[in-house]
Every structure is written in C-alpha cells, then in structure tokens.
C-alpha cells in the first residue's frame, strides 16, 4: 500500500482522521472539490449538512474508482463547510459515518476543515477535495 497514516504520540487521536499520512507511490491524484451533485447534477440533500456530506465522499469514492483508487490511497482531505459551526460536527461525522458505510471504507486520512461564507452555489453546504498517490 502506497499510505501510511499516523497518529504521533503527544498529538490528539481524533477518530475521524489521522494527523500524519506518508505517501510512497509514484503518481499523485488531485480530485477537485467535490459538493453534493448527483450524476444529473442536480444538489442532494438540500438543507441538510450530514447528506450532503455523504454525497460529497460519494463522489470522491467514484473519482477515487475511476483512476483505479480507493480512500486507502488518499493522503490528504480538505473539506469546506459553509457558516461553520462547532455544534455542526456530530452532522459532519454523521455523513462520512454514512458515506463510510456505503463504500465500504474507513476515510480516516489528514484532514482540514475550514469555514467559508459560501460555495459555488447558495444550496450547497459543503465541498470535499483530496489528494491520493498511487504506485
């Protein structure tokens, strides 16, 4: 497997990620953020933080699958969450639970989150994007 992922002593173990991912493939994949568009395009989830999330690590699954990925190789997220709020967390990790679930996998790579006033569309509340290496 091209990823390590570590958590170092004297840091905080966070159950929904790791701190420290290393890389030793040879080919980096860039998936550009992804928000809560089925394949019609069309928002999913609307009003709701936890399904919109889950779709957003759907179709990082299904860009992941089409280069021959899977999250094992991710080593790095960044997610963007519209009006961030800390009491919005147990949502947050309510959709990667559900999107986890679906795919059959444990997305526990480094992740960031950061608090934006808004995406690229009023009905969006959340953007995924991430970066995976593979052999």
């Given at each position: ?18 701190q420290v991912s ?23 989830g609307e009003g ?88």
């Amino acid at each position: 497997m091209a990823i390590t992922l570590v958590n170092p002593g004297g840091l905080p173990e966070i159950d929904l990620y790791r701190q420290v991912s290393i890389g030793s493939g040879s080919r980096l994949v860039f998936i550009a953020g992804q928000v809560a568009w089925g394949a019609d395009g069309v928002t999913v989830g609307e009003g709701d933080l936890a399904a919109q999330v889950e779709q957003c690590y759907l179709n990082i699954g299904t860009a992941l699958a089409e280069v021959g990925a899977s999250f094992d190789d991710v080593v790095k997220l960044t997610v963007y969450l519209v009006d961030w709020t800390p009491e919005k967390m147990p949502l947050f990790a309510e959709g990667v639970a559900r999107a986890a679930a679906r795919l059959g996998v444990t997305p526990v790579a480094p992740l960031t989150g950061i608090g934006v006033a808004a995406l690229a569309g009023p009905d969006l509340l959340v953007e995924v994007e991430a970066t995976a290496i593979i052999d």
